[in-house]
């Protein structure tokens, strides 16, 4: 696959492929991390001459990247890295109050409006850092690159740095990936007008941008179109953005699920072990709900609970013969809502276990503690899957529970997620604030046949493995 | 004026233009209301036979309303009433459950949506409330219009209506008008499916449905395509919706203050007497910047008060020499977010007159208690309006302000109200959530020259009243 790649890549993007820890006798040690863009970038192979632009992200990391300009791909794991030493509080200031507290909130729409956002003078102070943060990348792209080099920047926390690379490497070619939703224009126009304006900019500023689906993808040029004045064209479900002169195409390239790497992770002996522990905790011959995600806002933890426990309370037949398996994993602790949101999930979950529990069955079993091969042993054991969240870029979890599930599982998913472009024909589908149509989701997706069920999961499974990351990757290079 | 009036002209409204209070002696008192629609209404005259539906809004109105079909002219001030006995709690939960905390929530983007809303089956009732609020209103206007008549439906309280009415008597001519803002496609999808699509379809019962200003049209008319499939042609400004075989013209009519009432009624003795206080609370020779809001999540008053501390700290030359008269008037105080965005105004106004009040200067006035006579009283002392909505369907008082003031003033204005749309030229617009920004153009605001302020005065009252109540009501009678 190697020769499809151009001479040579560069990745961006906030979290690298390593990251370090310090071993009790003071050494560092690196940790090679995973996710679908480690997957990916793979592809290209060691002898490509790859280079991974990141940020530090704990001082461990700052350590290990002070003074070193590129980490040797012995310590990284093949790749070369090069992890940039950004000062701690700038770090915050652009990735907790810009990325995650600004822009996150705004393309999933979480904000609580009559009170929040303040873009207030603390805001521009974050805002500085964020351009100075995206500014450290462009710098450092600009350094590593090769003549004509491809450049793939990732995500939110990265939208200004096209545009900054451009100005500083025109020859380079130069993509953007956003892993998250687009707001529309009228949510989008929250932020305040000069901030708007440059983000829309800064990824305009790359030859290509692409998003998980259609949907996002109009989403953005819409916003281009109303809030830059930006022309839009299209050609087909192919979309350009022209603006001052330059045109940028719009992609899309929906990342699926590692389907062989999922096969094979999810029966190791420590899933095994796991299954054992869960199906002891669950019981003989009940049914088996599953959701695992992070305890993030747009991710409907407690609307879902809402709709069991109105399963539960409109259908006693289930009562004893249906267990509800939840793992919400920890996840920006550091923002106060977060924590009342965790809060809130776990108020949930004994309020159900104190309403309905009765002898050994205990109707729920949640689990705040991040355990992967726990996850994979749930996943095996799903009979439904319950994936609801208000706005979601994608959602793998949806495409890899089909996947991994020995049985084979009803998949009940919102029309919110990206994934439900690809997955909604099979799928139940619900709205994700309505707790009573989730409830009776949950209700036919239980009583679903045993044939009907074995039909839809193979489909589920063969959309969801479609896009695996190493061609998602490819194919994004290819475009480019 | 009354020769451009139909035969027959009917008018559907949750509040009407008459409400009764229980004097000492037990009888029952009627009260005339003002607004818009009372004030537009008047425009056909007293012999066209006009009949205003609407909704006995309290025990005593259902008290005066029970048992007689109609209520005489003479007892409502010459209008032909019908008010509607519909019972207490089909009424709370149409009016409160799904008008006001579900519709007007969803058009002004309100919602903190990690946790609402939630539509379980406590809201499945309300909106059956809702369906059978509307189903009276239908049937009351279809006993009530003559062969051919008009009828002008209100508002977000009566969406369904239109539909239901053409079905009982396809007669007619039907008309609706939104008062409200209208969201955008992919927030209008937070209602349930079944909802969503019966409000769009209601709607669209009528031969023309009007709104305030083209963005809330165009918004209108993208979730018809969105969410029912249904077409939209374009004729200018012009759209028609067509969906199952029936089109619909969607128009625009944005209501305009009432000039003449407004300059008249301002000079009156009660004014004058509220004028001479407020002018001794304020102290000479200081610039006076006005809001008067009702208390509504909407109006943005906290972030307005953030953006006065922000002025006040930014630049001290102030100090002394400058009052901000805020008029925060109660709203929907049944509601508890309400009455908890209630006190955080109180808390933040007692905030702001402890970090800077000094001597007799009192930064900040703030009054909580309605008063139409003070409120004209104010709009006269304005030197500058600050009006600063995160989304309002038109926004009177940026109209009124400039029409009032005795020396002129300057507008600043939010880009989210309708009256943007009319006013923007001449205001200083901001972006709501922007309060760094709202500190800038107070400050810009205060220190505009004398002339360039009674330039812009002109302009925007000209704008402000060039379709008061009159002729904006006239005018959608014409239309449709």
């Known amino acids: 696959m190697a020769t499809t790649a151009p001479a040579q890549v560069l990745v961006a993007s906030n979290r690298g492929p390593v990251s370090y820890t310090r071993s009790e006798d003071g050494t560092l040690t690196a940790k090679r991390g995973g ?9 290209i192979g060691p002898d490509a ?23 040797a791909p012995e310590d990284t794991g093949g790749q070369q890295v090069r992890m940039l030493d950004i000062d701690a509080a700038t770090f915050a200031d652009a990735y907790n109050g810009i990325a995650n507290s600004t822009l996150w909130f705004v393309h999933h729409l979480l904000y609580q409006t009559p009170l929040e956002p303040v873009f207030d003078e603390g805001f521009r102070s974050q805002w500085a850092a964020y351009e100075a943060y995206n500014s450290a990348f462009a710098d450092a792209l600009a350094e590593e690159a090769a003549q004509g080099a491809a450049v793939l920047v990732q995500d939110y926390h990265l939208t200004l740095t096209p545009r900054l690379l451009r100005e500083r490497r ?3 070619r130069i993509g953007h990936f956003s892993h998250t939703p ?6 989008y ?3 305040p007008d000069d901030v708007a304006a440059e983000v829309l900019r800064g990824i305009l500023g790359a030859d290509r941008a692409a998003f998980l689906t259609h949907r996002w993808a109009r989403a953005f040029a819409d916003c281009c179109a109303e809030l830059l004045g930006a022309e839009v064209t299209h050609e087909g479900e192919e979309l350009t953005v022209t603006h001052e002169g330059r045109s940028t195409r719009i992609g899309v390239h929906g990342l699926g699920a590692d389907g062989e790497f999922l096969r094979e992770r999810s029966h190791r002996p420590d899933v095994d072990e796991r299954l054992a522990d869960l199906r002891e ?3 003989d011959g009940r049914k088996v709900i599953v959701r695992v995600d992070r305890t993030e806002l747009s991710k409907n933890i407690v609307r879902g609970l809402i709709a069991y426990r109105r ?7 289930w009562h004893g013969r249906v267990v509800h398996v939840a793992f919400a994993y920890p996840s920006r602790h550091d923002l106060a809502v977060y924590r009342e949101y965790t809060a809130e999930v776990q108020r949930l979950a004994e309020e159900i276990n104190s309403e309905f529990g009765r002898g050994e069955w205990r109707p729920l079993i949640l689990h705040v503690k991040d355990d992967f091969a726990r996850s994979l042993a749930a996943y095996r054991l799903a009979d439904v899957a319950l994936v609801n969240p208000i706005r979601d870029g994608m959602n793998l979890v949806a495409k890899e529970i089909p996947v991994v599930s020995d049985d084979g599982c009803a998949l009940v998913l919102s029309r919110e997620a990206g994934a439900y472009a690809e997955l909604g024909g099979d799928a139940i589908v619900v709205n994700p604030y309505d707790t009573e149509e989730t409830a009776r989701a949950l209700h036919e997706a239980l009583t679903m046949s045993t044939g009907e069920r074995a039909v839809r999961t193979k489909r589920l499974a063969a959309a969801a493995t479609a896009l695996p990351p190493q061609r998602w990757f490819l194919a994004q290079l290819e475009a480019l």
Do not use: F
């Not at 863009?37 to 793979?42: C, F, I, K």
């Not at 001459?49 to 980490?71: I, P």
């Open 182 to 187: 687009w707001a529309p224009p009228d949510y």
């Open 311 to 317: 399963l539960l309370r409109t259908h006693p037949e």
């Open 35 to 43: 996710g679908g863009l480690v997957s990916g970038l793979s592809a």
């Open 170 to 172: 025109p020859d380079l």
């Open 49 to 71: 001459g790859a280079v991974w632009v990141c940020a530090a992200l704990s001082d461990v990391d700052r350590e290990a990247a002070h003074g070193h300009t590129r980490l």
């Open 189 to 191: 126009r929250l932020l």
């Open 281 to 283: 905790q669950i019981g």
